[in-house]
């Protein structure tokens, strides 16, 4: 008989959780996404000792049905895709059906969850990646996901975690960049019984970047909007008086979805050429619209990587959308004709 042998579903879901699930900002970062695929205008976060204690979410979307209950935490099970073709547009945050499983995996989870607003719902409890308990209890329509304990059965994974402050920064950072990506929906996050972020979801992303970064840095932005065939751009940029020591507020969201881009980042950057004073960043929330098929979110499990298949269209639209709002000359390409 040869050796090699396909792991159980377990031992899968373990070395997926290596992945996905690397600390506690990450944990929070699926579970939120999931309740914004589920529809929720309301999603609340509590978290306890930087997350590794409890992070616990509560939306008001539209819950998980009985039977899904289960199959939500088996590895590859999504209700966001059906073909391989829906992999080329994807509208969803999630499509991969590897985070409740990886969680699980690594934690005490437990879900309440309803599909209506009867009252009744049900409770889903899983231990290190082992179903506890599943019964009918009494629920809110939504989702509430409690995670215990996280790394409790992988101590390898807990010594290598950082200090509470820093975890919760992690946590926080994520928490303001998609509370930046939907403005629409409220937030809150509490962090032992501190609040530390409570959005309005009224869509105003100014009263967003307000919130985040302060009243004060809020009053120094200015709007840009523009649109082409392929993209649809708009946000906030700060004037270049009000600069920072590093890209952290740099905020590049593609529908829906905030994602790390050197390409558009170099390109604001350009937009704003010789008006910052050198290695001083600016405060930009870009929110970019683009049919999915034309982004390739699939390069990485955290999905924060993309490629683009019409890139350099996008950078010159980036560059000049943010020369235009400084006021500065937007230079004609060259091999353009002028008519
Ligand atoms: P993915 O998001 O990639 O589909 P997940 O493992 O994150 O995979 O979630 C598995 C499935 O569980 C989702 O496809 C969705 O149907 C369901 N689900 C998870 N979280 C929620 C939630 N907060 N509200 C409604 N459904 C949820
Ligand atoms: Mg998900």
């Given at each position: 008989m040869g050796k090699i042998r396909l792991l159980d579903e377990h031992i899968a879901n373990q070395i997926a959780a290596g992945e996905v699930v690397e600390r506690p900002a990450s944990v929070v970062k699926e579970l939120v996404e999931n309740s914004i695929d589920a529809g929720s205008s309301r999603i609340d976060v509590i978290v306890e000792e930087g997350g590794l204690q409890l992070i616990r979410v509560t939306d008001n979307g539209a819950g998980i049905e009985g039977e899904d209950c289960e199959m939500a935490?088996?590895?590859?099970?999504?209700?966001?895709?059906?073909?391989?073709?829906?992999l080329f547009s994807?509208?969803?945050?999630?499509?991969?059906?590897e985070a409740l499983p990886s969680i699980a995996a690594v934690s005490k989870t437990e879900v309440i969850t309803a599909t209506d607003g009867s009252g009744l719902g049900r409770k889903l409890a899983v231990e290190g990646g082992h179903v506890a308990a599943h019964e009918e209890a009494a629920a809110r329509k939504g989702t509430d996901i409690s995670v215990k304990e996280l790394f409790y059965n992988t101590p390898a994974r807990l010594k290598y975690m950082k200090t509470i402050q820093t975890e919760l920064g992690h946590i926080s950072d994520y928490m303001y960049r998609l509370s930046l990506a939907h403005p629409d929906i409220a937030f809150t996050l509490k962090h032992n019984g501190n609040t530390l972020l409570q959005t309005l979801?009224?869509?105003?992303l100014l009263q967003v970047i307000a919130g985040v970064y302060g009243s004060a840095v809020g009053k120094q932005m200015l709007p840009v909007e523009e649109e082409s065939l392929d993209y649809k751009i708009n946000g906030y940029i700060s004037r270049p008086e009000l600069n920072r020591a590093?890209?952290?507020?740099i905020s590049i969201i593609i529908n829906g979805r905030y994602v790390r881009s050197f390409a558009v980042q170099h390109a604001i950057m350009n937009g704003y050429h010789t008006l910052l004073p050198i290695n001083r960043f600016p405060v930009v929330i870009l929110h970019i619209e683009m049919d999915p098929s034309l982004v390739d979110v699939n390069v990485h499990p955290s999905k924060l990587e993309v490629r683009f298949s019409k890139e350099p269209e996008l950078i010159r639209m980036v560059e000049d959308l943010i020369k235009q709002a400084l006021g500065q000359q937007v230079l004609i390409p060259k091999g353009v004709q002028q008519t």
């Open positions: 935490f088996f590895r590859h099970a999504t209700s966001k895709i059906n073909s391989g073709k829906d994807i509208r969803t945050l999630g499509f991969r059906g979801g009224k869509g105003d590093n890209r952290s507020a």
